[in-house]
């Protein structure tokens, strides 16, 4: 086994490599960018050493700063995690050429995979079942529209050398093709550097299910069964889980020999992941093998016991599989979803910033966070905006869908925005609870997954209760401490001369803003809300748990509220609630001032793509320029008609959030 071992990635992967080679008594290098210079990536492994800038290509990308790091530190391999590098059959080669061993397939194994097309052609040669489509050389736009005719619609464009979502567009018409694409090859070109394409036929409803195999130097192959990846959002995973409800015994037995034969296919060595594409009727279709660790891995750690990174490193080492294909036995159900710094209520629109606030639930028999942040770290532009991955396990699904639930319930984000709130009604949806979701479900259905436009009335109540209360113990703290703790000037107890006075307390969800007036003190009050009084009584707030008495009905919910921030959060145990408490008295929904004659960016990134010049004529929703940031393409559209008076960025500048691209006039 080896003695020091360099991770050539960052965030939760990078720790979570670190966590096995500690346990195997392997000393550990890690590598960071200068954005990084404070992640836990770098605080957790035995040293570390900056490669470069905070941009991917700066850094993270570069094969040689990485190797010059492996050379002067003594390393004697790199596990290079998944994304940047943990693909790229040059770097493979190097890291041998080098000396020193890489934690995965070889080149040559990655070279066959790496093109989705040449893949299928190879796939197809072993007997393993491939979709129909187009995979050849020839990518004029003239060839591959008539391809695209012959093949039939709906199909799928896919970038050959792509992953992650990234370079994918289906299109449902021939006369929607040559649109659809110019915007795959341009992302294509962008996210990898080659705007080669394939088509394939579009399967209506399918399942994604991936099998997890290894293979080792010796020889041997086998699977540790299946994962379900059918919850997806624009092609990117949402929730996976082991074993996948829709796979019966013998589905699992067909899915798991082609993906073994997949990999004798490529004389594939290390941990791999053969993705199939499912049909309703229970047909499978080879899509792609990932030649990597996959990022939702844990789920099959859970239900097999097993340490897969621990396999990775033993068979890089040199030695077999530790089990033989009769000795993988699956116990009880896992699932995992991902937190992310996004916010779903405006497209999925990534975040960043500094998590003011991150409460996740305590690690335990049942549940497992794998993270690669803590409070006070900030998620930045320039990658992956995940903060963690919740995974649970139990003896069978529903009680896993249980634990997840609670687990869900007890996390806290405050900073970014995450989807939290968004991942608490997946979880609970009958098409998720069911075991019936398929990988277009949740962009059919999108707006069942979203916030109500109108929280529901019990929980602004007991949000405002909780303000309330919580404004009560401040000026009570405050009271005490001041030289005369007896005054009544000092307690915020609603006291007037004579009778119980008003207070106003203003409340915001998204841009509406919510007033309600407030009379009495100590959790007994009258609310009135949208014009409707409400009575209070028996209000309770301890240890993060809020009980009360809405019109004689009792409720109980978990809140949180920081005055500082002016932020308060209520769940009551089906979903959760985030008001921003607003000590201004304006009127009106929301601050007009920026009018709707400018196109701002949503947030940092790139400008990729400039499609309208100044002086142009355009129409509400036309697309004016395109940025790109954290991974993805962001179209900003014309918020109305009018003619562009000014374009303020380039293709290739970096902009600041909220700054002008480009201005409207009648």
Not at 582 to 610: F, K, Y
Request: charged share 25%.
């Amino acid at each position: 086994m080896f003695d020091r071992l360099l991770i050539a990635n960052r965030g939760e992967i990078a720790c979570r490599v670190i966590r096995t080679a500690r346990k195997l008594g392997i000393r550990t290098i890690a590598v960071f960018s200068e954005a990084d210079i404070d992640a836990q990536h770098v605080r957790l492994a035995d040293e570390a050493h900056c490669i470069g800038g905070p941009r991917p290509q700066d850094s993270y990308l570069r094969g040689d700063a990485i190797l010059e790091v492996a050379k002067k530190t003594g390393a004697q391999a790199i596990h290079p995690g998944y994304g940047f590098l943990s693909e790229n059959a040059d770097f493979a080669d190097a890291v041998q050429a080098a000396g020193l061993v890489f934690v995965g397939p070889s080149g040559a194994s990655m070279r066959k995979m790496g093109s989705k097309a040449g893949a299928k052609d190879l796939m197809a040669a072993a007997g393993v079942p491939v979709v129909p489509g187009y995979t050849g050389e020839d990518q004029s736009p003239g060839r591959l529209q008539r391809e695209a005719d012959r093949i039939g619609y709906p199909l799928m464009i896919k970038a050959a050398h792509g992953g992650g979502g990234k370079g994918m567009r289906i299109v449902r018409e021939s006369g929607e093709f040559a649109a659809h694409l110019e915007s795959c090859q341009r992302e294509a070109k962008n996210a990898f550097g080659r705007d080669r394409v394939l088509l394939e036929r579009y399967i209506e409803q399918p399942r994604h299910i991936e099998i997890q195999v290894f293979a080792d130097h010796h020889g041997h192959a086998l699977h540790l069964g299946e994962r379900e990846c059918s919850a997806q959002r624009r092609y990117q995973k949402v929730l996976e889980e082991s074993p996948s409800p829709f796979v019966t015994p013998e589905l699992r037995a067909a899915m798991g020999a082609a993906a073994v034969q997949a990999a004798r296919a490529i004389d594939y060595a290390n941990a791999g992941t053969v993705e199939f594409i499912v049909a309703p009727s229970g047909e499978f279709y080879f899509m792609e093998i990932n030649t990597r660790l996959q990022v939702e891995h844990p789920v099959t750690e859970l239900v097999t016991g097993l340490d897969l990174v621990e396999w990775q490193l033993r068979i890089a080492a040199g030695q077999p599989l530790p089990l033989a294909q009769e000795a993988i036995a699956q116990r009880g159900h896992a699932i995992e979803v991902r937190l992310y710094a996004e916010d779903p209520d405006a497209g999925f629109l990534p975040g960043s910033g500094t998590l003011t606030r991150l409460r996740l639930p305590p690690p335990s028999r049942h549940v497992r966070i794998d993270a690669g942040v803590v409070e006070g770290d900030t998620v930045t532009i320039f990658y992956d905006p995940m903060i963690a991955k919740l995974i649970v396990w139990d003896e069978d699904r529903p009680r896993a869908l249980a634990r997840l639930r609670e687990a869900l319930a007890a996390c806290a984000i405050d900073g970014p925005k995450s989807n939290v709130a968004f991942l608490e009604r997946l979880v609970r949806h009958p098409a998720v609870v069911e075991g019936r979701i398929d990988t277009g479900y949740l962009d059919r259905h999108l707006d069942e997954f979203l916030a109500p436009a109108v929280p529901e009335t019990a929980a602004v109540l007991a949000a405002a209760c909780a303000c309330l209360l919580a404004q009560e113990t401040a000026a009570g703290a405050a009271a005490a401490a001041s030289p005369d703790p007896t005054s009544p000037w000092a307690l915020a107890d609603g006291w007037r001369l004579g009778h119980a006075g008003a207070r106003r307390l203003h409340l915001r969800h998204g841009e509406a803003r919510i007033e309600l007036r407030a009379h009495g003190h100590a959790g007994q009050y009258r609310l009135l809300h949208a014009g409707q009084p409400h009575a209070i009584d028996g209000a309770r707030w301890q240890d993060g748990v809020l009980s009360l008495r809405i019109d004689g009905a009792m409720h109980r919910v978990r809140a949180a509220v920081d005055l500082a921030a002016g932020l308060v959060q209520v769940h009551d145990g089906q979903s959760r609630l985030s008001l921003r408490i607003d000590s201004g008295h304006r009127s009106g929904a929301a601050d007009a001032s920026s009018g709707d004659h400018r196109i701002r960016a949503p947030m940092p990134g790139r400008v990729v793509l400039v499609q309208a010049a100044a002086g142009q004529a355009v129409q509400a929703g036309e697309v004016v320029l395109v940025l790109e940031a954290m991974k993805m393409e962001l179209a900003l559209k014309a918020p109305r008609a009018g003619r562009l008076a000014e374009i303020r960025a380039a293709a290739g500048d970096f902009v600041e959030a909220d700054a002008v691209l480009a201005v409207l006039e009648d």
